[in-house]
Nanobody
């Protein structure tokens, strides 16, 4: 199983980034997909998740700014991040969950003030 995350980078506050996570080795459409993040010195936290049926859930800190979506034909989950803030700086990880949980390798997002 591989979860390949990409799309991180350096962006100014107020800017946007789109993260992608392509999965292989799992039946993607049957998995709940999620994005998590871990800032330096902090615990990993949930950012957003999307069920196999398309239902979504967001952390309060990102509601109205981030959008999670999935393309089952491409085995890919996305995280559109708008109006980025310096406190969004973190390593972002994608996660796949069914009877087991799988993690991607992480992609770094840095938001400068």
């Amino acid at each position: 199983v591989q979860l390949q995350a990409s799309g991180g980078g350096l962006v100014q506050a107020g800017g946007s980034l789109r993260l992608s996570c392509e999965a292989s080795g799992i039946i993607f459409s049957l998995h709940v997909m999620g994005w998590y993040r871990q800032a330096p010195g902090k615990q990993r936290e949930s950012v957003a998740s999307i069920t196999s049926g398309g239902g979504t859930n967001y952390a309060d800190s990102v509601k109205g700014r981030f959008t999670i979506s999935r393309d089952n034909a491409k085995n890919t989950v996305y995280l559109q991040m708008n109006s980025l803030k310096p406190e969004d700086t973190a390593v972002y990880y994608c996660r796949a969950q069914n009877t087991r949980i799988w993690w991607g390798q992480g992609t770094l997002v840095t938001v400068s003030s």
